[in-house]
């Protein structure tokens, strides 16, 4: 029982810590929201009903949106919906994915289904019964419809990563507005352009440093708002306390009637950077996060609200800056100077969720390829994307510049906010049907209530889409274009490899020599293939006089799962019978993996191979297979059977010049050009090197011995990489459309964004590229 406790009390702590964390990234958004709720809902249509039926009646809408979406459905129901201990709608989307077949990525396999991060919740043959999810998998229009309403929640979060920062930090800055020298209003968005653009070049430092020097500043100003709310309370209006009754809402829109339902816009910024509890968790838990907002954030922001209310009960004139008006004098300062740096906050929460949306975006095919740079050694969500960076920054700058009003920001804001609250309602609905196999009645009742709640918003919302309410729709139909034309390019080229592979009797006709010179050396051939060969090998059996004497086959890929474990990323394969020495190799990883450069890929991928090799033999399956399928059967090789095997020696050096000690031609004209152009990146770095030798056993079979000899001794010749250059165009008889989307589109984001080769962290050096066109 002791170490039980010392176990409970461990996780508690370290769940406090995480919340501590938490309050820095995931609450700044939604706790500055008190800066500009109560004026962009009495700005505009409400300016003839500011009285006190009015002020309790907008509090008590405020305290109930507080407590239907963020704490009912986000902090009790959707924390549970994690992937593996990632949130977001792209989380959601991979669940669904691996529970029906709604994926649309063609190179899924059977063996992606045993891994272990791919189970989740309980088994998967109950719901295979299940008439509504035969109806979605059968029609391919339904599951496109699906990922389109995916990718529009996806680009409305990467419109709130520009119209955050944007209202934030313009609306702490207005309170200069209310103290003596009164500021104009250009010069004020001067000095939110200078803040932002501070925020933006801090981003490469990562969240974590920010999160450790953030949260004080929250928790700081989160208590200040809970003694000011507190204050007003007691001072202005204790009377407050009875709007918390629902009366007051049904008062609320029989005094006001529509104008009160065009204001609920404004009621909605209550609830923005709410999703921000969803989206973060990969870099919390739900534990740390539910304990966050139920015991701190929730109760402040309603006492908060409260006082400001109580204080506008007495002073209905005063709505424009109520915040800071209801601030007593001798504190204002020292408020103004935490509201601003807790906006800085606020918006470094979505820029952090919008990269982490991104990658995720990129792992699923949907997203061109960007340079991702991990900002935490110890935490592995943790990232940050250059190219994303500068373009959120060009466009907030954009949006503080050209609107100059909070309200007309908040207006955009808010509609970007339901928005994605709508669609993630959807999708927890469908997650609630065949991932937590509950009954299709319990996913209706979910999805209806929720939808009614958030519905009256949006409908209030998609009102002020003339006062700026476009820009999130103009910005997130820009950017699901990109992804959507990059998804379509990706999936046709993948199609025209699958149709167009080299038929293995033709390679099986051309005999073990391939009908070339095989020379020594290993020959990497990538592909996104995940099964047969490419068509651009063929290409270079009748373009180039010789091989390479070992050939394998590379296809690294993304799963839908959040993390792969090493012992489970390499599939080892054989392409053709055993002289020929063709292997494939399936590098697996998780949408949120970084795809690091290690160095040893390369030791890695010889050890698997020669794993294989002795596994093959010794299992009789393989033998038998061998003869009727030269290419199907894979084995995952695991980094733990390669240690406790004894079929390679394996010794280890390192040198400090990075010159190896292998005596052939191939490996002394690589010298003399490594030595000509060394290593930029870090010069004089320790470079390991491993020599292999195939251990002296006397049960080994004289195939197995030859085979493993041949393996290493290619090695030791070198390892070529080899890939195709691929100029992707659209087929004379297609549509005009489909020419615009692949010729203009596919083809412009191609050329704009990084190669795979630099992707792939292929080192130049080694690299070999042959041209090759697909007409798609």
Known sequence: PESLLQLSWVNLSRNLILAYQSLGVVYGDLSTSPLYVYSSTFIGNLQDHQNEDAIFGAFSLIFWTLTLIPLLKYVFIMLGADDSGEGGTF????????????????????????L????????????????????????????????????????????????????????????????????????????????????????HFGTRRVAFMFAPIVIIWLVSIFSIGLYNI??????????????????????????????LGGILLSVTGTEAMFADLGHFTALSIRLAFAFVVYPCLVVQYMGQAAFLSRNPQKVLNSFYDSIPGPVFWPIFVIATLATIVGSQAIITATFSLIKQCHALGCFPRVKVVHTSK??????????????????????TIGFRSTTLIGNAYGLACITVMFIT?????????????????????????????????????????????????????????VMYIWHYGTRKKYNFDLHNKVSLKWLLGLGPSLGIVRVPGIGLIYSELATGVPAIFSHFVTNLPAFHKVLV??????????????????????????????????????????????????????????????????DAQFCSSESSSYDGRLAVISSRTIQSSSSLIVTEREDCDGIESIQSSKSLMLQSLRSAYPDDENPGVRRRHVRFEVAASPGMDTGVREELMDLIEAKEAGVAYIMGHSYVKARRSSSYLKKLVIDMGYSFLRKNCRGPSVALNIPHINLIEVGMIYYV
């Open 425 to 481: 309602t959807f999708l927890m609905a469908l997650v609630v049907t065949f991932v937590w196999q509950k009954s299709v009645l319990l996913a209706a009742m979910f999805l209806v209530f929720f939808w009614f709640s958030e519905g009256v918003y949006l409908s209030s919302a998609l009102m002020k889409v003339p006062q700026g309410g476009w820009v999130p729709l103009v910005l997130s139909v820009i950017f699901m274009l």
């Open 116 to 203: 272990s991060a791919y189970k989740y919740g309980p088994s998967m043959q109950v719901a295979t019964g299940s008439p509504l999810k035969r109806f979605l998998e059968k029609h391919k229009t339904l599951r496109t419809a699906l990922l389109v309403v995916v990718l529009f929640g996806a680009s409305m979060v990467i419109g709130d990563g520009v119209l955050t920062p944007a209202i934030s930090v313009l609306s702490s800055v207005s309170g200069l507005q209310v103290t003596e020298k009164k500021l104009a209003s250009g010069e004020i968005v001067v000095l939110a352009c200078v803040i932002l653009v501070g925020l933006f070049a801090l981003q």
């Open 553 to 618: 086959f590379v296809c690294v890929k993304s799963v839908p799962v959040p993390y792969v474990s090493p012992e489970e990323r390499f599939l080892i394969g054989r392409v053709c019978p055993r002289p020929y020495r063709m292997y494939r190799c399936i590098v697996r990883y998780g949408y949120k993996d970084i795809q690091r450069d290690d160095g040893d890929f390369e030791d890695q991928l010889i050890q698997s191979i020669a794993e294989f090799i002795q596994m093959e033999a010794g």
């Open 234 to 263: 007691i001072f202005w209006n204790p009377k407050i306390v009875r709007a918390i009754s629902p009366y007051y809402i049904i008062k609320f829109f029989r005094e006001t009637g529509k104008d009160g339902w065009f204001s």
């Open 378 to 399: 110890h935490i592995r969500g943790q990232i940050y994307i250059p190219e994303i960076n500068w373009i959120l920054m060009i466009l907030t700058l954009a949006i």
């Open 91 to 114: 989380a959601l989307y991979s669940l669904l994915c691996r529970h029906a077949k709604f994926s649309l990525l063609p190179n899924q396999q059977a063996a992606d289904e045993e």
